[in-house]
């Protein structure tokens, strides 16, 4: 099972400012299968990227994913008061699909 | 526009199985473009996938549940369902369904179903 470690646990952020998420898996990632989603309280999970940098159906472009290997980044260029939340990061090249422990951005 | 809906009891008794239902609305689970799946969330806790199925029954189950876990399909109704058997205390979650495309990722969930397992 591939496990994925994201850092920093808490991000705190003002709006305006830029965050910069990490996700690193305890093995390559097949095709770079990694998708980030975001969590709001009381809410599903929704899907932000996929195959590490492809943004989903109707996710803003300050959204971007990148990397590849073990090593992906979450990264929201001109943080919105919408996007305080938790990130995941998942896999999905190998069974079974693991998600990260999450990221929660907080307002500063 | 799809939408997901999860149904069903809310507390299970432990040793019991729960047993939760994913009615879709807006698209066809017969589709060949998707399967349907299962996550849970327990409280204040992160994501675990359960597993998934095809519309012609193929599953796929996370090694750590498999031994207990059931997801079919009733195409009649456009239904799937999750069995969970001997359910305990740290089956307590949030549980979701979703469509998943073929690749793997979740793009549609319903809007999850709490189910406590207690006495």
């Known amino acids: 099972e591939i496990v994925l470690t994201q850092s920093p646990g808490t991000l705190s952020l003002s709006p305006g400012e830029r965050a910069t998420l990490s996700c690193r898996a305890s093995?390559?990632?097949?095709?770079?299968?990694l998708a980030w989603y975001q969590q709001k309280p009381g809410q599903a999970p929704r899907l932000l990227i996929y195959?590490?940098?492809s943004r989903a159906t109707g996710i803003p472009d300050r959204f971007s994913g990148s990397g590849s290997g073990t090593d992906f980044t979450l990264t929201i260029s001109r943080l919105e008061p919408e996007d305080f939340a938790v990130y995941y990061c998942?896999?999905?090249?190998?069974?079974?699909?693991?998600f990260g422990q999450g990221t929660k951005l907080e307002i500063k | 526009q799809l939408q997901l809906q999860e149904s069903g009891p809310g507390l299970v008794k432990p040793s019991e199985t729960l047993s939760l239902t994913c009615t879709v609305s807006?698209?066809?689970?017969?589709?060949?473009?998707?399967?349907w799946g299962w996550i849970r969330q327990p409280p204040k806790k992160g994501l675990e996938w359960i597993g998934s199925?095809?519309?012609?029954?193929?599953?796929f189950y996370n090694p750590s549940l498999k031994s207990r876990v059931t997801i079919s399909v009733d195409t009649s109704k456009n239904q799937f369902s999750l069995k969970l058997r001997s359910v305990t205390a740290a089956d307590t979650a949030v549980y979701y369904c979703?469509?998943?495309?073929?690749?793997?990722?979740?793009?549609?969930w319903g809007q999850g179903t709490l189910v406590t397992v207690s006495s």
């Open positions: 195959g590490a940098s």
């Open positions: 998942q896999q999905y090249g190998s069974s079974p699909k693991t």
């Open positions: 807006g698209g066809s689970i017969s589709s060949t473009n998707y399967y």
């Open positions: 093995q390559s990632i097949r095709s770079s299968y």
């Open positions: 979703g469509r998943e495309d073929l690749t793997g990722t979740t793009g549609y």
């Open positions: 199925m095809y519309y012609s029954g193929t599953t």
